[in-house]
């Protein structure tokens, strides 16, 4: 098969199936890759399009793709999602019934499926191995993919086994896909899977459409509710670090009017499985979670990420906020954190019983993090130059808090030479709040007791308050000037680098702290995002909110998310065109053949506001009311 036909196959798959135009970035060189029997490791932002790299070749190769995926919320999803568009697909896991699994593995050995979704415990299986030996596979690919890497942020002991599986399909190509790799992880993932040959294909990692903030924690409460006063009618994600956390905040959330759920792994499987589908069908706006939920979460339209607690790397914090904006609107990365946040962290990696090996590496993903929370520079650039995606020096977005509203810096040596010299003074065995109740003069019980008020250091820093020292012990912190002893119940003591700073040899620039502050502003020029686009006429916002309430009834009925249905994006295109014949559809980004033939008269009521439109739409808005 040449090139160009391929390419001619490929974008009559993509327009016949999906309803798109156009390819984006290298889709279509990915599918010539894998259609022309070659490997590939794909690294492509979350909403960037990964799973159209495989899903495509799929339909123009003979034979069975077996899709490797980690989680049941996410096959369903995908299944759901490619069956509303006429693909053959289905998916096994432990969620199906004996002889309904049994049916779909007949239906994978004869050929009568393009796709097959499967979790790596089930392919590694027993009977998961027998039928592997039975199916017609003409393509591996293997969703997730940093979950092989024990570098990853979210290694997964049963994904380092699928090498097994490219063992036992020698000749098929494989694909191994992901949002976020760091260069360790990309190397672990190739030796792991034996891709060794495969071409890597790298994409920006460059959400332009999603604003990061990251702001000091002062008053958590009140930081999170003033961030979410005006996002009552968002969806949107808030991760916490421990269950208690998630459990109280979803409490605190509910309490203030807002529609928040707890998601988190000490709940049963099957309230976890009802929350993530009440979420993902819009019938709850906000999920308070710990990292147990999120990944593969297709849902487009999440508007907001907040993070109550620090991350624990870079690219733990990359894959979670690109949960929002996948429809590429605007949205919001929020994340406060604190000094707390960096002594817990370096805790658990101290604590941890790993090898020294792994402490080092997750020392040095922590580093990187504190980095990004501590730059003066643009927050962009400093995720990106992660990556491995550089931009030009003072490179500004315009898109994340640094931009927006630069910080100001200064020469901190004297102050940080007063904090370093205190805890040196107090022996390097005594804890945060009391080396700052020293530089302040506070004579505290505890202070009075081992004399240290008499210490020369004793109130040396009056003239800077709790919250501003807090910060600069957060930087000594995040800078490797100061270390946490936790054998010590978390006395500070001095390390090596503290030397230099002691000694006038070596200066230290300080971010300021930064003072309480309101909600967060919003984008100059701005549509609030619940909103049809402004460009929209009268009729045409009346029509779009027909299309969505229409939109909704059908995804009830046919017990699918709303996003299976349309995205918003296309329900924005039928409102503005409002097309009123069947042929109009087929130039409407997001409608396939399948799909205009299932709800093609439907949609040209709805857009002509018909009575029969009408009628539909007050039948579905009665079945709603109590």
């Known amino acids: 098969m040449t090139g160009e036909r391929t390419d001619d196959r490929a974008h009559d798959v993509l327009r016949r199936v999906w309803g798109y135009e156009r390819f984006r970035g290298e889709q279509r060189e990915i599918i010539a890759h894998l259609v022309a029997g070659e490997d590939a490791l794909v690294l492509m932002p979350t909403g960037g399009g990964k799973s159209l790299c495989y899903q495509v070749p799929a339909l123009l190769l003979d034979g069975l793709t077996l899709v ?370 020293v530089l302040r003069g506070s004579a505290s019980e505890k202070v009075s007791r081992f004399g240290h008020d008499r210490l020369s250091v004793f109130g040396i820093g009056a003239d800077i308050d709790a919250q501003q020292w807090r910060g600069i012990l957060r930087q000594g912190i995040a800078g490797g000037l100061i270390r946490v002893d936790h054998a010590r119940y978390g006395a500070l003591a001095l390390a090596p680098e503290a030397r230099p700073v002691l000694r006038g040899e070596r200066s230290v620039m300080l971010r300021e702290s930064a003072r309480p502050s309101g909600r967060s502003r919003a984008r100059r020029g701005e549509r609030p995002r619940d909103d049809a686009p402004a460009t929209l006429d009268d009729a045409g916002q009346a029509c779009f909110e027909r299309l969505r309430a229409w939109r909704a009834h059908t995804a009830r009925e046919r017990g699918v998310p709303p996003y299976v249905i349309f995205h918003d994006r296309t329900l924005q295109a039928l409102a503005a065109q409002r097309p009123a014949r069947l042929s109009e559809l087929d130039h409407v980004t997001g409608i396939g053949e399948k799909k205009r033939d299932d709800y093609g008269e439907a949609l040209i009521a709805l857009c002509s506001d018909e009575p029969s439109a009408r009628s539909m739409l007050q039948h579905s808005q009665g079945e709603n009311d109590p």
């Open 68 to 437: 490797v995926s980690p989680l049941i919320a996410l096959m369903q999803d995908q299944v759901d999602t490619l069956r509303a568009m006429g693909v053959r697909a289905a998916f096994l896991n432990s969620s199906l019934p004996a002889r309904e699994a049994a049916d779909i593995e007949r239906d994978a050995r004869e050929g009568r499926l393009d796709l097959l979704y499967m979790a790596p415990e089930r392919l590694l299986g027993d009977r998961g191995q027998t039928l592997l030996a039975e199916l017609p596979v003409a393509l591996l690919a293997i969703d997730e993919a940093h979950c092989v890497s024990q570098w990853g942020h979210d290694f997964r002991p049963e994904y380092a086994r699928l090498g097994e599986v490219r063992e036992r399909l020698p000749g098929v190509p494989c694909i191994a896909l992901t949002a976020t790799a760091d260069a360790a992880t990309r190397d672990d993932i190739v030796a792991t899977l034996g891709l060794h040959r495969a071409r890597r294909f790298v994409s920006s990692f460059d959400r332009p459409n999603i604003r990061y903030s990251i702001v000091e924690r002062t008053d958590p409460r009140g930081q999170l509710h003033r961030f979410l006063a005006d996002r009552h009618e968002q969806s949107g994600i808030i991760y916490c670090l421990s269950r208690r956390k998630v459990e109280d905040t979803a409490r605190g959330l509910r309490e203030q009017g807002f529609d928040a759920m707890p998601y988190h792994a000490g709940l049963d499987r099957d309230v976890r499985a009802d929350t993530q589908r009440a979420f993902l069908r819009d019938e709850t706006r906000i999920i308070v979670a710990t990292i147990a939920f999120g990944m593969g979460i297709d849902k487009p339209d999440v508007r907001f990420v907040a993070h109550l607690d620090l991350p624990r790397s870079i690219e733990g914090y990359y894959q979670e906020t690109g949960r929002a904006g996948r429809d590429g609107e605007p949205s919001e990365a929020w994340m406060i954190y604190g000094l707390q946040d960096v002594v817990q962290q370096r805790r658990m990696i101290d604590e941890s019983e790993a090898d020294d090996d792994y402490r080092r590496i997750a020392t040095s993903k922590l580093d990187a993090m504190l980095g990004l929370c501590e730059t003066t520079g643009c927050r962009r650039a400093r995720l990106l130059a992660y990556f491995g995606e550089s931009r030009e020096p003072g490179w500004r977005c315009g898109n994340c808090d640094t931009c927006l509203a630069p910080p100001s810096s200064y020469d901190g040596t004297e102050p940080m030479r007063k904090l370093l010299s205190a805890i040196y003074r107090c022996g390097q065995r005594f804890g945060g709040q009391h080396v700052i109740d």
